[in-house]
């Protein structure tokens, strides 16, 4: 895929047709929570822009736009897979230089000044929400290390 965009992305931007990470925005002008992508120096504002028809030319999507309007990305990552890839590859299209939809925000200023937000004017918050109990050991080898290591500090202690 060509990763060239029409939205002006300077080469050192993390934030890249190759990169598209999702997260969970707010704005002193809409306190609150909801999807977002960061996109060049830009946050595109999944809620504003499925609110906008933005993915009218996805219908993957359209019987759960719903997932962009919570305050998590709980829901959206309860689609799984198959959903995700379709709706990073939709987006990196209606970013490509050379993509299928152009009118649905390259040429459209009415609706890029409601959905695309400068990054230094958001705040970003936990993406999901997380149960009881997380389980962040890697593997086996990382579980008897830490085990170990903390062995070897409290039979120092004594």
């Given at each position: 895929m060509?990763?060239?965009?029409?939205?002006n992305?300077t080469p050192?931007?993390p934030?890249?047709l190759?990169?598209?990470p999702?997260?969970?925005?707010s704005?002193?002008?809409?306190?609150s929570?909801?999807?977002a992508i960061a996109?060049?120096?830009?946050?595109?504002d999944?809620?504003a822009?499925?609110?906008?028809?933005?993915f009218a030319?996805?219908?993957?999507?359209s019987k759960n736009?719903?997932?962009f309007?919570?305050?998590?990305?709980?829901?959206?990552?309860a689609l799984?897979q198959s959903?995700?890839?379709?709706?990073?590859?939709?987006?990196q299209?209606i970013?490509?230089?050379?993509g299928?939809?152009?009118?649905?925000?390259e040429q459209?200023?009415?609706?890029q000044q409601?959905v695309?937000?400068?990054?230094?004017?958001i705040k970003s918050?936990l993406?999901m929400?997380?149960?009881?109990?997380?389980?962040?050991?890697a593997g086996k080898n990382h579980?008897?290390?830490?085990?170990?290591?903390?062995?070897?500090?409290?039979?120092?202690?004594?």
């Open positions: 060509d990763f060239s965009s029409w939205l992305i050192e931007s934030f890249s190759a990169n598209i999702f997260g969970i925005i704005t002193p002008s809409d306190p929570l909801r999807p996109i060049g120096d830009y946050a595109l999944l809620r822009f499925a609110s906008n028809n933005g030319q996805l219908p993957a999507i736009i719903e997932v309007s919570q305050p998590t990305l709980n829901s959206f990552a799984g959903i995700h890839r379709q709706v990073r590859k939709y987006l299209d970013f490509s230089v050379n299928p939809y152009k009118a649905t925000l459209n200023p009415e609706l409601k695309l937000v400068p990054l230094k004017e918050h993406p929400h997380v149960g009881d109990y997380t389980d962040f050991y579980a008897y290390n830490v085990s170990l290591s903390e062995f070897l500090i409290s039979y120092r202690s004594y």
